[in-house]
Nanobody, 122 residues
């Protein structure tokens, strides 16, 4: 059974950094685009970043462009989200997802992890 497990969330001060990881198992995810989404309390889930199956193409939400970097290591079946210069508006539960195409549309992703919580203190 395909499974995604996120890790790396936690509490960080504003301006600090965190690196999230998403470990995939049960399927050859190297053929899939991978995305990161986030959901803050009382808000809808929103797109953060995505990376193509090869890692050669990436897309970002405007709110994180220049601060966050998505990458992947297909040999380890792992996707990363390096988050720098964290802001008070970044706290959320961050989810990784796998899909067939590189897109910011959440419905295109058919496998989701359980999420990891990021908290930013001011």
């Amino acid at each position: 059974q395909a499974q995604l497990v996120e890790s790396g969330g936690g509490l960080v001060q504003a301006g600090g950094s965190l690196r999230l990881s998403c470990a995939a198992s049960g399927r050859t995810f190297s053929n899939y685009a991978m995305g990161w989404f986030r959901q803050a309390p009382g808000k809808e889930r929103e797109f953060v970043a995505a990376i193509s199956w090869s890692g050669g193409n990436t897309i970002y939400a405007n709110s994180v462009k220049g601060r966050f970097t998505i990458s992947r290591d297909n040999a380890k079946n792992t996707v990363y989200l390096q988050m720098n210069s964290l802001k008070p508006e970044d706290p959320a539960v961050y989810y990784c997802a796998a899909g067939r195409s590189l897109t910011n549309w959440s419905h295109a992703y058919d496998v989701w992890g359980q999420g990891t919580k990021v908290t930013v203190s001011s």
